[in-house]
């Protein structure tokens, strides 16, 4: 799924309330900084754009589980990535007061930046 047809569903999803999202909903504020990472030109605005969207979460006080793809397509919980094989991609859930959104399509740009948002 691209980036722009991601946006599409979530704001359908928002509109027909099947996201859980209220109208200014505060999710909105992790969606915006998602949308910052996967819309980074550089490893270094991918770096901070990290920062920034790790500092929302712990605002906010959500929490977020993430999947990975690999190079092999093999796909793993980041619990169980052990970094031995190349990240494809990744997608994550956030989890925020009771509501809940799921990304796609993040292939980091430094495989650093990954390990940065899970403080790894």
């Known amino acids: 799924m691209t980036r722009s047809g991601l946006a599409i569903l979530l ?7 099947t996201t859980g ?11 915006k900084a998602w949308t910052a990472v996967i819309d980074a ?3 270094e605005a991918e770096a901070e754009a990290v ?3 790790r500092k929302a979460i712990s605002r906010k006080g959500a929490s977020f589980r993430g999947t990975i793809f690999d190079e092999d ?3 793993i919980p980041h619990t169980e990535f052990s970094g031995d094989k190349a990240i494809r991609t990744v997608c994550l859930t956030f989890y925020d ?3 809940e959104f799921t990304t796609t399509d993040w292939s980091p740009k430094d495989e650093a930046n990954f390990y940065l948002l899970f403080r790894e």
């Open 21 to 31: 999202c209220k109208g200014g909903s505060d999710t909105k504020i992790l969606q």
């Open 51 to 53: 920062a920034n969207l």
């Open 41 to 43: 030109f550089t490893a």
């Open 97 to 99: 007061d009771g509501e």
């Open 73 to 75: 397509g093999h796909t």
């Open 11 to 17: 704001a359908i999803g928002c509109v027909a309330g």
